[in-house]
C-alpha cells in the first residue's frame, strides 16, 4: 500500500480538498524535492526513487498521464519519468 501522511494540524486554515502540494510550485510558494529530503533527514534521490510506479505521474503543462490516461493539471509532480 502507498500512504504519504502529512500533519496539517498546525495550519488552522486548511480544510477538506485543498491542494496539498508536496513538491513543486503553488502561487508564489515553492518546495523543492531537496527541501523535502532535508526535512526527512536523507537525500533528494531516496525521496523520489521512494514514489512507486503506481503512483501516476501528472504535470502541470501535461495534462495527460505517463500512460496515456487523462490527468489532471491542478496537481502535478515535478520530476523525472517513471
Given at each position: 500500500?502507498?500512504?504519504?501522511?502529512?500533519?496539517v494540524?498546525?495550519?488552522?486554515?486548511?480544510?477538506?480538498?485543498d491542494?496539498?502540494?508536496?513538491?513543486?510550485?503553488?502561487?508564489?510558494?515553492?518546495?523543492?524535492?531537496a527541501?523535502?529530503?532535508?526535512?526527512?533527514?536523507?537525500?533528494?534521490?531516496?525521496?523520489?526513487?521512494?514514489?512507486?510506479?503506481?503512483?501516476?505521474?501528472?504535470w502541470v503543462?501535461?495534462?495527460?498521464r505517463?500512460?496515456?490516461?487523462?490527468?489532471?493539471?491542478?496537481?502535478?509532480?515535478?520530476?523525472?519519468e517513471?
Amino acid at each position: 500500500m502507498d500512504m504519504t501522511v502529512v500533519d496539517v494540524s498546525d495550519v488552522a486554515e486548511v480544510r477538506p480538498g485543498d491542494v496539498a502540494t508536496l513538491v513543486g510550485s503553488d502561487g508564489s510558494e515553492e518546495i523543492t524535492l531537496a527541501e523535502v529530503a532535508e526535512h526527512a533527514r536523507t537525500i533528494d534521490y531516496e525521496i523520489l526513487t521512494g514514489w512507486t510506479p503506481r503512483l501516476p505521474r501528472v504535470w502541470v503543462d501535461r495534462p495527460e498521464r505517463l500512460d496515456g490516461s487523462p490527468g489532471q493539471t491542478d496537481t502535478a509532480l515535478a520530476g523525472g519519468e517513471a
